[in-house]
């Protein structure tokens, strides 16, 4: 079993940052996907982003040219930096982790974007 904790959510204005971290411990497969989905109230999740243990990446479209994923293997760690963000990028953001079949998902973050 993976446990995953993140970090980093908030409040910002529209056109700020935000990076949201998050960290992977337990029985951690070496070959694995981490990546993070979000909920906004009364949608369902929504994949964001998504980066390989090899360093592939995958975008939604939604957040192409403002958000960029990267990983630290060595640390177990998977994080995303939020550029321009917009009022419709508000939601709970839920790191993931997949491996063998199997996927954990951490307790979420508020991130909001409201002036």
């Known amino acids: 079993q993976v446990q995953l904790v993140e970090s980093g959510g908030g409040l910002v204005q529209p056109g700020g940052s935000l990076r949201l971290s998050c960290t992977a411990s337990?029985?951690?497969?070496?070959?694995?996907?981490m990546g993070w989905y979000r909920q906004a109230p009364g949608n369902q999740r929504e994949f964001v982003a998504t980066i390989s243990s090899s360093g592939s990446t995958n975008y939604a479209d939604s957040v192409k040219g403002r958000f960029t994923i990267s990983r630290d293997n060595a640390k177990n760690t998977v994080s995303v930096q939020m550029n321009n963000l917009k009022p419709e990028d508000t939601a709970v953001y839920y790191c993931?982790?997949?491996?063998?079949?199997?996927?954990?998902w951490g307790q979420g973050t508020q991130v909001t974007v409201s002036s």
């Open positions: 337990g029985n951690i497969f070496a070959i694995n996907l």
């Open positions: 993931n982790y997949q491996a063998r079949g199997s996927h954990s």
